[in-house]
């Protein structure tokens, strides 16, 4: 039931596809979409949300480029659509994907009708080969991409892996705007790094502390953020990077290192409570594929690693 419920509030907090998962009773009940809302931030871009959760639109004179969809659940990428049309006389012309995580760009393909999809190179095989509930790029780009509609200029920028191996960030820089979905978590922590290159992670959220042009951050989830956020998230997965490898170095198991780290700077963080174990643990696998201790492992405790997960990383054996 705690795995159940963990499972569920997982869901919630982050952004992959959990499609088929029985949920608790309390989720059941949960009714989607109440708290729409449409935000102007500036005088081109808008946020637009429910549950917690946000994408993005830029408006101008010759059309809107539209950055992310929503939950599938709230019908909010729907409730969307029907708003741009009552309140624009021009069309959504670009969808752009921040990334392949099903829970933001769920619905976006109803934009079909009048956009064109962006996203970066690699988003494209995650949509196909997860059949993703959403619209299928056709404009793919490596590092950098302008889009100039009605003379707003809106950058979609990629700095290599990092949450997902295709996550962007898009940036309005005339009007001092940083949309970085899943990148501006502030004092607010994943479930897990299970799909996170955390090396480039640390590395990119010191770029994006330090980009110019930025006044205002919209993450996906949460209130409206400033740069800080990058640099407050980026020292406490920092200090679990640390953390966890000093620990491993020294030649403590998995479950020692669950019992020895507790990072009680941070408790401050939100979730941290209930995703901290999650955290170490994927850290800890994370982390495992960078190194290789000095004494190799031997058989048995091949077979014990391989059966309790209980790995041992470093020290002493007796062969
Ligand atoms: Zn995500």
Same mark, same amino acid.
């Given at each position: 039931?705690?795995?159940?419920?963990q499972?569920?509030?997982?869901?919630?907090? &982050?952004?992959l596809?959990?499609?088929?998962?029985n949920?608790s009773?309390?989720?059941?009940?949960?009714?989607?979409?109440?708290?729409?809302?449409?935000?102007?931030i500036t005088d081109?871009?808008?946020?637009? /949300?429910?549950?917690?959760?946000y994408?993005?639109?830029i408006?101008?004179?010759?059309?809107?480029?539209?950055?992310?969809?929503?939950?599938?659940?709230?019908?909010?990428?729907?409730?969307?659509?029907?708003?741009l049309?009552?309140?624009?006389d021009?069309?959504?012309?670009?969808?752009?994907l921040?990334?392949?995580?099903?829970?933001?760009? &769920?619905?976006?393909?109803?934009?079909?009708?009048?956009?064109?999809?962006?996203?970066?190179?690699?988003?494209?095989?995650?949509?196909?080969?997860?059949?993703?509930?959403?619209?299928?790029?056709?404009?793919?780009?490596?590092?950098?991409?302008?889009?100039?509609?009605? /003379?707003?200029?809106?950058?979609?920028?990629f700095? /290599?892996?990092?949450h997902?191996?295709n996550?962007?960030?898009?940036?309005?820089?005339e009007?001092?705007?940083?949309?970085?979905i899943?990148?501006?978590k502030?004092?607010?922590?994943f479930?897990?790094?299970?799909?996170?290159?955390?090396?480039?992670?640390?590395e990119?959220?010191?770029?994006?502390a330090?980009?110019?042009?930025?006044?205002?951050?919209?993450?996906?989830?949460?209130?409206?953020k400033?740069?800080?956020n990058?640099?407050?998230?980026?020292?406490?997965?920092?200090?679990?990077?640390?953390?966890v490898?000093?620990?491993?170095?020294?030649?403590?198991?998995?479950?020692?290192?669950?019992?020895?780290?507790?990072?009680?700077?941070?408790?401050d963080?939100?979730?941290?409570?209930?995703?901290?174990?999650?955290n170490?643990?994927?850290?800890?696998?994370?982390?495992?594929?960078y190194?290789?201790?000095?004494?190799?492992?031997?058989?048995?405790?091949?077979?014990?690693?391989?059966?309790?997960?209980? &790995?041992?990383?470093? /020290?002493?054996?007796?062969?």
């Amino acid at each position: 039931m705690k795995l159940l419920k963990q499972s569920v509030m997982w869901f919630g907090v &982050c952004c992959l596809l959990m499609v088929g998962l029985n949920v608790s009773a309390e989720e059941k009940k949960k009714v989607w979409g109440k708290d729409r809302s449409i935000t102007q931030i500036t005088d081109s871009v808008y946020r637009f /949300g429910s549950d917690g959760q946000y994408g993005a639109y830029i408006l101008t004179s010759e059309g809107i480029i539209l950055v992310d969809g929503h939950y599938c659940q709230s019908n909010t990428t729907q409730w969307l659509k029907s708003e741009l049309d009552k309140r624009y006389d021009v069309p959504v012309k670009y969808v752009v994907l921040s990334h392949d995580h099903q829970d933001h760009i &769920c619905h976006t393909d109803i934009f079909n009708d009048t956009a064109i999809t962006v996203g970066h190179r690699n988003l494209l095989p995650h949509i196909l080969r997860e059949k993703r509930d959403s619209a299928v790029p056709s404009v793919l780009f490596n590092d950098e991409m302008d889009i100039v509609l009605g /003379g707003v200029k809106v950058v979609l920028m990629f700095f /290599g892996p990092t949450h997902s191996d295709n996550l962007i960030q898009v940036h309005i820089p005339e009007e001092k705007v940083l949309i970085a979905i899943d990148m501006a978590k502030g004092k607010s922590i994943f479930p897990d790094y299970r799909d996170m290159e955390v090396n480039n992670t640390l590395e990119v959220l010191k770029k994006l502390a330090n980009l110019p042009d930025v006044d205002i951050v919209l993450p996906g989830h949460g209130p409206v953020k400033t740069q800080q956020n990058f640099i407050e998230n980026g020292n406490y997965i920092k200090a679990l990077r640390d953390g966890v490898l000093d620990l491993m170095v020294e030649g403590k198991s998995l479950d020692e290192i669950r019992k020895l780290i507790k990072l009680e700077n941070f408790d401050d963080f939100k979730h941290k409570e209930r995703w901290f174990d999650t955290n170490i643990v994927t850290m800890y696998h994370y982390l495992y594929r960078y190194r290789e201790p000095n004494n190799r492992i031997t058989p048995e405790e091949a077979t014990e690693c391989r059966d309790t997960r209980n &790995c041992r990383t470093s /020290g002493e054996i007796n062969i």
